[in-house]
């Protein structure tokens, strides 16, 4: 079973600060992603990976950037953290368009 | 613009009862259509993955239906159970694309 592990479920920052989500997976999957969900808006992408090293920004990127250095590892980073940044971040990987994307449990991040 | 509406935003019914949730897409080229179920604290898992040859799939008590001629699908529930209980997400990948367009899901509430 594909498993997709995000390092934190829940998490709290204070405004300002640089804040790092991690997400690794299990399966050797070519595509990651980041999300964040809200409540009545659902799962919003923030960015994208298709391969190492390489990105695409997503439809909300303000604000966020990431790294993917190695296949199975890919780090969402809130270059310095904001109220509205309070929100779900899932995680999720695939192998390719026609694979279902497999999703984390999710990080609640509270930015105080 | 791409966009994927769900109907109703809620919904609650006594178990053992069937319903339908509904997916309208705009979507095009077209690809493939999935069914996500997201149970509380969880990320999303799909459930079944329609084509655009296929009009009908089951997976269990849960069947998608799909008119690519009005793009519409649909999932229904058959003799419901406390566990339906979660989020149902529909999601559209477009033909050429990395990236899949996501509905804000239909929230599914079962009581005893």
């Known amino acids: 079973d594909v498993k997709v592990t995000q390092s934190s479920r829940y998490l709290v920052k204070r405004t300002g600060e640089k804040v790092f989500l991690e997400c690794v997976q299990d399966m050797d999957h070519e595509n990651m992603f980041w999300y964040r969900q809200d409540p009545g808006l659902g799962l919003r992408l923030i960015y994208f990976?298709?391969?190492?090293?390489?990105?695409e920004k997503g439809d909300i990127p303000e604000g966020y950037s990431v790294s993917r250095e190695k296949k199975e590892r890919f780090s969402l980073i809130l270059e310095s953290a904001s109220t509205n940044q309070t929100s779900m971040y899932l995680c999720?990987?695939?192998?390719?368009?026609?694979?279902?994307?497999?999703f984390g449990d999710g990080t609640r991040l509270s930015i105080l | 613009k791409n966009q994927v509406e769900q109907s109703p935003q809620s919904l609650i019914i006594l178990e053992g009862k069937n319903c339908t949730l509904q997916c309208n897409y705009t979507v095009s080229p077209f690809s493939n259509l999935r069914w996500y179920k997201q149970d509380t604290g969880r990320g999303p898992v799909s459930l079944t993955i329609m084509t655009f040859s296929e009009n009908t799939k089951s997976n269990g008590r849960y069947t998608a239906t799909l008119d690519a001629d009005t793009k519409q699908s649909s999932l229904h529930i058959t003799a419901s159970q406390l566990s339906d209980s979660a989020s149902y997400i529909c999601?559209?990948?477009?033909?050429?694309?990395?990236?899949?367009?996501f509905g804000r899901g239909t929230s599914l509430i079962v009581h005893p």
């Open positions: 999601v559209v990948k477009m033909g050429g694309s990395y990236i899949p367009t």
């Open positions: 990976s298709y391969d190492v090293k390489m990105k």
């Open positions: 999720a990987s695939r192998q390719d368009g026609n694979q279902p994307q497999h």
